[in-house]
């Protein structure tokens, strides 16, 4: 079984609820989500008005379409956003346009507890899937996010994760280290492997200088003091995490740590960006994410690219984020 065939059987014994805020403007989601709820992967919220879309697909006939022009519950809704947004300036008033906004709505709906989680993200920025989340669902000092890169190569047949490739333009030590900890457990609890983390440097051990050298040093040296039990070596270069042979050379035979990475933390957004989609590209794998991680209840965003596949498969993934929480 592939690892996509894999996703999708998890997560269609979670019978867990997705809300698409996008489904009216975007022919992808639309398949995605017939795709979604004929094969059990979860069941579905879609935003907009219903006889429009059972217009466009009469599939849709039998599906939960909520219109925030008319659901019995927004104008509740747009009181709940009030609440949750005054102290930041919001009015009432503004909070009763703002909840009109699919993005805003499909929001609140999760965060009340209609839908467990939101996709978005085929048609927008980035922005606009994660400002209302960050506003509304934020559940720790920062979120991150990390990309899962999945196909066969040279390097490995199993899936491998980047962080930060999507939020944090400039983390901190601090940061670093926590956006290392969350990728690692949220990866193998996706992939049900163990994770084994490096920390990305142009420097392997002291062999360069510099700040950055000494962020993503500190920022292992943390980590490993935080999490013992995850194997994690750093700074590191990208060959020397994941080619063994490599490794050898450049750390010695007695070196305890031999490459075979499957987390690579890299030390800005910059560099992260750049290298997923390198790899995604020059390497043929499939990027699937960016995917979120300290948000109370899971909102993850697509890539503008993304095929109806990608769709389906961050759906599995954002459906197996919701198992644990309650």
């Known amino acids: ?25 975007s022919d992808r989601i639309m398949k995605a989500v017939i795709y979604l709820k004929k094969h059990n992967i979860c069941d579905v919220i879609l935003i907009g008005d219903e006889s ?5 697909n009469k599939e849709l006939k039998n599906y939960k379409i909520l219109n925030p022009k008319t659901f019995e ?31 805003y709505f499909a929001t609140m709906l999760v965060k009340l507890g209609y839908a467990d989680a939101m996709v978005a993200g085929a048609e927008v920025p980035t922005a606009t899937t994660f400002r209302p989340a960050l506003q509304l669902l934020k559940e720790d000092e920062f979120v991150s996010s990390f ?35 969350r990728t690692a457990k949220e990866y193998t609890r996706l992939t049900n492997n163990l994770a084994k983390v490096a920390f990305l440097s142009y420097s392997t051990f002291g062999s360069a200088k510099g700040e950055s050298v000494e962020k993503v040093k500190s920022a292992f040296e943390k980590f490993k003091e935080q999490n013992p039990d995850i194997d994690a070596q750093g700074e590191v270069q990208l060959d020397c995490a994941l080619l063994e042979n490599v490794a050898k050379t450049k750390l010695g035979e ?16 910059n560099s992260a960006n750049i290298c997923y989609k390198a790899i995604s590209y020059f390497g043929k794998l499939c990027a ?7 948000f109370k209840k899971p909102v993850n965003d697509l890539s503008r690219g993304a095929t109806v596949e990608d769709i389906i498969n961050l759906t599995a993934i954002t459906v197996l984020q919701c198992k644990e929480k309650k």
């Open 1 to 25: 079984m592939n690892f996509f065939k894999y996703l999708r059987k998890q997560a269609s014994k979670c019978n867990k609820t997705i809300v698409f805020p996008e489904v009216a403007f």
């Open 52 to 56: 429009s879309l059972i217009m466009q």
């Open 73 to 103: 519950k927004t104008i509740e809704m747009a009181d709940e956003l009030f609440n949750a947004r005054k102290h930041k300036g919001l009015t009432a008033d503004e909070a009763k346009e703002l909840i009109l906004d699919p993005f």
């Open 147 to 181: 990309m899962l890169m999945v196909g066969d190569n040279d390097l490995t047949d199993n899936p491998f994760a980047l962080a930060d490739c999507g939020l944090v333009v400039e983390p901190t030590c601090d940061e670093l280290c926590t956006i290392a900890e």
């Open 254 to 269: 007695g070196a305890k740590y031999y490459g075979n990475n499957n987390v690579l933390i890299f030390p800005d957004l």
């Open 288 to 294: 699937i994410g960016p995917i979120a991680v300290g």
